[in-house]
Structures are given as structure tokens and as C-alpha cells.
């Protein structure tokens, strides 16, 4: 028990789990860690976000009102947030991704009950969140040129970039008022079988960052997978679905989609370049070039014009041709 947290036991033992066997479970890009709790034949699951690196808090009030709106976030059981720590129902273990992997002939009907929950979400009144603004669309297109590009060594036009982000997403932010509830994180790896197949209630996790913006953000995410290959086909047809489901999107879904998608992945970029050079986590490298080809497909839109361009100036074709085709 010794590579236990400090105030693990204390925290399950008044949660009512302290004869429960705890087991350590992979954790993700952040600082949290997680923990399956057992006894006689029942679990829950323990997550441990401790202060400063992070706050529980911004998940616990995400999932109280996924859960009073009828979706599918995990119980909480108990919560002692100044300290990290939170207690919560447990969803076993068939997230969509490794069922996928062992489903494969089940792809599109997993895709197709991923969609219908999000368009459920998407149907809902906002929820009590902070706006998706311009400022953390910079903030978070910035992380391209602060880290993957000195990464690649090259000096690049970042005032050029951040004004050609500030052109293609202001008709984006027109157009996303009254705005849905954005997870941002809403792909393969965060969704949950509930039932052990395709069809199954989308049990939700990794949702502690949402935010008010765009509904075709989270298609963005589940689409165009860092982490997974989504075929072209299966993606046309799952945004047909979509537009079919919720009714009412205008001509310029399709441009907005391209353009949060472009925003996306630039992001995605960055960040796994700094999880390598700052965390120390070289594994997401791997996942640049399916990144970087997605992004290519999305500046390939006219909506994206001003960014292409920056891209075409700045970003040599050589390497370009690397790190979306070859490699990172």
C-alpha cells in the first residue's frame, strides 16, 4: 500500500469503502490518478485530483448537472474536494475505444449511439458554464506555435497567426450563441459501454473542463479521433446523423465544423508536443501524424483560407508531409 496517496485510506474509510481491496488503475495526460474499489461483488471507482495541479470541483459540479439532465455521468458517492479526492460510481470496464478493438464489425452502431447521446446534450438548455470565447480559442490554438514549432525548430509569424485564427473564428463565434454545453473531450476514450455493446447508454467521463460553445466541438472530438483512425466515410455519415437528429443547422454547419476542427487539432498538436517535452510523456508523439492529417483535411475548407495561408508561409511542405504522413 505504500505507493498509495497519503490520506487514501482516511478518505475511504469514511466514505464507508475502508475494508474495500483498492487497485491502481493507468492514468491519463494529466496529474490524476485513479483507483478501482472492491468488495464482495460490487465496485466503485476512486479518483485522486490533488491541489494545486488540479481541482475536483469543476468535475463534480459538470457531473451533477449532466446527472439532473439525464445523461449518464458516474454517481458521486462521496467527495472531499479541498483534498482531491472523489468517490464515484463505477462504469466497468468496456470503454468505446478497447471494445472497438474487439468489436470491430460493431463500429458504426457504437458511432451512431455516440452521436444520438451528444444530440441529446445538444438539445438541452446550456449548462451553467463559462463561455467557449475567443480568448480561450487563442489561448488554445497558441499551443501549436509555443510548443510544436521551436520543438521543430522553426521561428515562425505568431502575431500572422493568432490575427488569421482571430478572421476564421469570428463568423464561428456569431454563430454558436445560445451555444451548447462542450465537453471538449468528447471521443472514444471517454465514453463508456454501459451495457457491454454498441448500443448502449454512453456513460460519460473526462468532462471536467466543459464549457458553453459550438455544437459541432465535440462532433470535432468524437470525428476526428487523435487517439483513433475514424474513416472519412464513417464521419460523413455520422455528421449526416447528427444534422438529421437535432434539425435546424444552417448552411454553414459544415465550415464551422471544419474550422473548430482545424482549432482543435492545432491544439491537440501542441499539447502532445509539451506532454513530451515538459511531462515527460513521449508516448503521444505517435499520435501527431493522425492529428496533423486531420488538420490538413480541414484547411483544405475555404473557411479556413487566412489559415492555410499562415500554414503555407510558415510550416515548410517537407515537414508538413512528415509529421501528417510519415511520422512525428
Same mark, same amino acid.
Given at each position: 500500500m505504500s505507493e498509495l496517496p497519503d490520506g487514501l485510506a482516511a478518505f475511504v474509510e469514511s466514505a464507508g469503502w475502508g475494508e474495500a481491496e483498492v487497485a491502481p488503475l493507468p492514468g491519463d495526460a494529466s496529474f490524476r490518478r485513479y483507483f478501482r474499489l472492491a468488495r464482495e461483488g460490487e465496485s466503485a471507482m476512486l479518483m485522486h485530483a490533488p491541489p494545486p495541479h488540479e481541482d475536483p470541483a469543476p468535475f463534480l459540479h459538470v457531473a451533477h448537472w449532466l446527472n439532473d439532465n439525464g445523461m449518464r455521468a458516474p454517481a458521486i458517492l462521496a467527495s472531499e474536494p479541498q483534498a482531491g479526492w472523489v468517490l464515484t460510481e !463505477?462504469?466497468?470496464? &468496456? *470503454?468505446?475505444? !478497447?471494445?472497438? &478493438? !474487439?468489436? $470491430?464489425? %460493431? %463500429? *458504426?452502431? =457504437? /458511432? %451512431? +449511439? @455516440?452521436? &444520438? =447521446?451528444? =444530440? @441529446?446534450?445538444?438539445?438541452? $438548455? $446550456?449548462? #451553467?458554464? =463559462? #463561455? /467557449? &470565447?475567443? +480568448?480561450? /480559442?487563442a489561448r488554445e490554438t497558441a499551443l501549436l506555435t509555443e510548443w510544436w514549432c521551436p520543438a521543430q525548430g522553426l521561428e515562425v509569424d505568431d502575431a500572422g497567426y493568432a490575427a488569421a485564427w482571430a478572421e476564421v473564428m469570428a463568423p464561428v463565434l456569431a454563430r454558436q450563441t445560445p451555444g451548447v454545453t462542450v465537453l471538449r473531450d468528447y471521443h472514444a476514450e471517454n465514453i463508456m459501454l454501459l451495457g457491454g455493446k454498441a448500443g448502449a447508454p454512453q456513460g460519460l467521463i473526462d468532462f471536467q473542463d466543459a464549457l458553453v460553445g459550438h455544437p459541432a466541438y465535440d462532433l470535432v472530438s468524437l470525428l476526428q479521433d487523435a487517439r483513433r483512425d475514424v474513416s472519412v466515410d464513417l464521419e460523413t455519415a455520422m455528421l449526416v446523423q447528427y444534422v438529421g437528429a437535432v434539425g435546424g443547422i444552417g448552411d454553414d454547419f459544415l465550415a464551422d465544423y471544419a474550422t473548430l476542427g482545424a482549432q482543435r487539432n492545432a491544439k491537440i498538436v501542441g499539447i502532445f508536443t509539451r506532454l513530451d517535452r515538459r511531462d515527460s510523456k513521449p508516448k503521444y508523439l505517435a499520435m501527431i501524424p493522425r492529428v496533423w492529417a486531420a488538420l490538413e483535411r480541414d484547411l483544405a475548407h475555404p473557411a479556413l483560407e487566412p489559415v492555410a495561408r499562415w500554414f503555407e508561409a510558415n510550416i515548410p511542405d517537407a515537414l508538413r508531409l512528415k509529421h501528417g504522413a510519415f511520422g512525428g
Open positions: !463505477d462504469f466497468g470496464n &468496456d *470503454r468505446m475505444r !478497447d471494445w472497438l &478493438d !474487439d468489436n $470491430p464489425g %460493431e %463500429e *458504426r452502431a =457504437a /458511432y %451512431e +449511439a @455516440a452521436v &444520438d =447521446a451528444l =444530440a @441529446a446534450l445538444h438539445r438541452l $438548455p $446550456p449548462g #451553467p458554464f =463559462a #463561455p /467557449y &470565447d475567443m +480568448a480561450v /480559442y
